[in-house]
């Protein structure tokens, strides 16, 4: 088992990440003011899949905990959500001491973070991320947030976790699409901050794609350290260094919304905007074109798609208009710096530039 620091002045906290984390022996919350009652936050495939190691870990600790159960989609990250989990709460809470536990992908840790940062004007919360993307990204940083009809993420707030337990034997049940997704984001990690990341998925991208446990354990630990040093750094992202976590996030985010969020799920238009970023750098110069196609086919070998389809290029420009990272005239890139592993923050991208970039992912179909 590795343990990480979240090395926050006024809310540090540990990540452990490892096989079989989650059982009777380790006792990973005792250390933690907690009390005896836990609310869990979960869904019925999650909790299926995995509920009774839970509960075994749970009891180990001496803790009553009482399963909530939501919708198992997106649509469950919203206020009437929301709004049912605190009811549940509420029912849940006479007179204890309630912790709040995410048992679930990001959607749960959303949703749960969003809940426990405002019931009580905050309550204990421990993530215990079950999907890749939720183990090396939504579970770390204290973002939490539930959708509007108007839009993903804009009713939220900042309210870091007291610990998150990555075990990533629970990775064994997840649908390949949704590890390839979570691996999007490791790929981006060792774009922005860590060549040897990169060349370690390089190196074994089929045996993560099998969900090899030890592989698998290896990049959450490296993605997480590489987060979790960030969050330390700017944790309100004020500074300009949490924005590179965005690497790849501004087409990224334009092709799941243009895709009416069903076209491609996260990882996959991740994947689509972090080729169409490096391109940009290679065109400013900033670095070889080769290093786009080395990129592309790492992507490529982890299932992830490499060329836009069913989309417009005009349809995918004009929702990056509409990113939060582009206001009035003025946009913002996160770009690679000369080699991977070191990336710049660039404005005003001439639009030609962005639309070749695009341009080139577009499948002839
Ligand atoms: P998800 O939570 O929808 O999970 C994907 C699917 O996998 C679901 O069907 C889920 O039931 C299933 N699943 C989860 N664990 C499983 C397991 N071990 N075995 C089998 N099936 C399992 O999706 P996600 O990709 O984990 O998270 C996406 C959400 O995370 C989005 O809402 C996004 O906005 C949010 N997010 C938040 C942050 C943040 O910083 N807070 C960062 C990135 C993403
Ligand atoms: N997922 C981006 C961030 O946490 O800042």
Redesign the pocket.
Known sequence: MKTITVALANTPYKIYVGEQLICAKNRLLQPLAMGKDVFVLS?K??YQ??GKKLHAFLSAHGLRAYVHLVG???TS?SLRSAISVLQAIVRFDRQKDVSLVAF???????LA?FCASIYKRGIPLIHI???L??QV?????G???V?LPQG??LIGSFYQPKAVLSDAT??????TP?LA??LA?VVKYGIIKDVTLFSFIEQNYHALLLADSAALSHVIEQASRIKAKIVTQDERETRSIRTILNFGHTIGHALEAAGNYRRY???QAVALGMLCAADISAQLGLMPAATVRRIETLLANLTLPVQIKHISLNTILSYQFRDKKFSGKTNRWVLISGRIGRVCVKQNIPLAIIRAAVAKRMASV
């Open positions: 869904n495939t999650v899949a995995h198992d989609s997106e990250k679930g992908g990001g959607v749960i840790g959303d973070g991320p079950t999907t993307l939720a990204d939504a579970s770390i940083g973002k939490t947030a959708d993903k993420n629970f990775l064994k049940t997840l649908p949704q997704c979570g984001e799920n996260h990882g």
